[in-house]
């Protein structure tokens, strides 16, 4: 809990993204399709977009605030509402004011423009109810909450908060050189990329119809327990991925990555290292990692942790339920 020197503002602060234009060379304009937002995912896709050479990207906002902002009160004046978009990967604040559009000061709309350039991956969209407070100017009355904050997805087609996973379908035979080695293989998960990857063998016999298919009960179960031992997999890939290669900074503190990577080790660091803050156990694991005893000690952690978020023990458990009622049924 943050504490204030100064008296704050109490009530909701809500933002929403009403439309989206993109700019590309020559000043020509795109209006983006409301399927490029979404007010329940509170998402924006700008990787909809028909014209890949967009350079700029405009979002109307439209924000509620608490009527007693406005009010005459002698504490605080000169009330503005910002809109504020932020990007970790590239350090990027891009900022607007809002203006009131109704009479008691509740309604506030705006634009926001982004350029493309100043932006890699994903932005955090959020507003704030900015005044003169105890004689202060610039103090921050209210804001919107962390969880309810937008995110602003240059890259993606679809506006979902939780990014799906790539699955590749591709022959490990003669596919990509990379992949050939691993022929015998039913997955292999790749986490050099933008996002991580899935390619599923399908040279592999019946590993595409097992997964994708609907096939009797028993393969049904089968394909639950497969699809957990392979999101088994990746969060583990995922994670020795994102602890593998961390800044850090001079006096030897290591840095949460900015993009998936970062998201990652927030996830899975409270069971690889429980009771600590992340901040802490991202340490503690870094510290094992880099020295010369413990690293090895953690992996079963690891292991947990991945089993964990892939739900092993539920997909098992209703694997074994249900192989024992088809058995019973089978011999009756």
């Keep these: 809990?943050?504490?204030?020197?100064?008296?704050?503002?109490?009530?909701?602060?809500?933002?929403?993204?009403?439309?989206?234009?993109?700019?590309?060379?020559?000043?020509?304009?795109?209006?983006?399709?409301?399927?490029?937002?979404?007010?329940?995912?509170?998402?924006?896709?700008?990787?909809?977009?028909?014209?890949?050479?967009?350079?700029?990207?405009?979002?109307?906002?439209?924000?509620?605030?608490?009527?007693?902002?406005?009010?005459?009160?002698?504490?605080?004046?000169?009330?503005?509402?910002?809109?504020?978009?932020?990007?970790?990967?590239?350090?990027?604040?891009?900022?607007?004011?809002?203006?009131?559009?109704?009479?008691?000061?509740?309604?506030?709309?705006?634009?926001?423009?982004?350029?493309?350039?100043?932006?890699?991956?994903?932005?955090?969209?959020t507003v704030h109810v900015v005044a003169t407070a105890d004689g202060v100017p610039g103090r921050v009355l209210a804001s919107s909450e962390p969880d309810k904050e937008w995110v602003v997805d240059l890259r993606a087609k679809t506006p979902l908060r939780q990014r799906e996973l790539d699955v590749v379908e591709v022959g490990f035979r003669e596919g990509p050189e990379w992949l050939r080695p691993f022929r015998d293989m039913p997955w292999a998960v790749d986490t050099s990329g933008e996002l991580p990857a899935v390619h599923v063998n399908t040279d592999f016999e019946g590993i595409t119809d097992l997964v994708g298919g609907d096939g009797s009960k028993a393969e049904g179960l089968v394909r639950d327990l497969l699809l957990a031992q392979m999101c088994t997999d990746v969060w583990t890939a995922v994670f020795h991925t994102a602890i593998g290669d961390l800044e850090v900074e001079d006096d030897g503190t290591p840095l949460f990555p900015h993009d998936w990577r970062g998201e990652v080790l927030r996830e899975m660091l409270p069971d690889v290292v429980p009771d600590h803050p992340v901040e802490?156990?991202?340490?503690?694991?870094?510290?094992?990692?880099?020295?010369?005893?413990?690293?090895?000690?953690?992996?079963?952690?690891?292991?947990?942790?991945?089993t964990r978020r892939a739900e092993v023990p539920k997909a098992l458990s209703t694997t074994i339920r249900g192989l024992d009622r088809l058995s019973r049924g089978n011999d009756s």
């Design 280 to 306: 802490e156990a991202l340490r503690e694991v870094h510290r094992l990692r880099t020295g010369t005893t413990g690293w090895i000690d953690l992996q079963p952690r690891i292991h947990f942790a991945a």
């Design 1 to 125: 809990m943050r504490v204030y020197p100064y008296k704050r503002l109490s009530g909701a602060v809500s933002l929403r993204v009403t439309a989206v234009s993109l700019r590309g060379p020559g000043e020509s304009r795109e209006e983006l399709d409301t399927k490029a937002f979404s007010v329940v995912e509170q998402v924006v896709a700008l990787g909809q977009a028909d014209h890949e050479d967009w350079e700029t990207a405009r979002l109307k906002l439209s924000a509620t605030i608490p009527t007693k902002a406005t009010e005459s009160n002698g504490y605080w004046s000169d009330v503005s509402v910002v809109a504020v978009l932020t990007e970790k990967a590239t350090n990027t604040r891009v900022s607007a004011r809002l203006d009131s559009r109704t009479e008691g000061g509740r309604e506030w709309t705006g634009t926001l423009d982004l350029c493309r350039l100043d932006h890699f991956d994903r932005a955090a969209l």
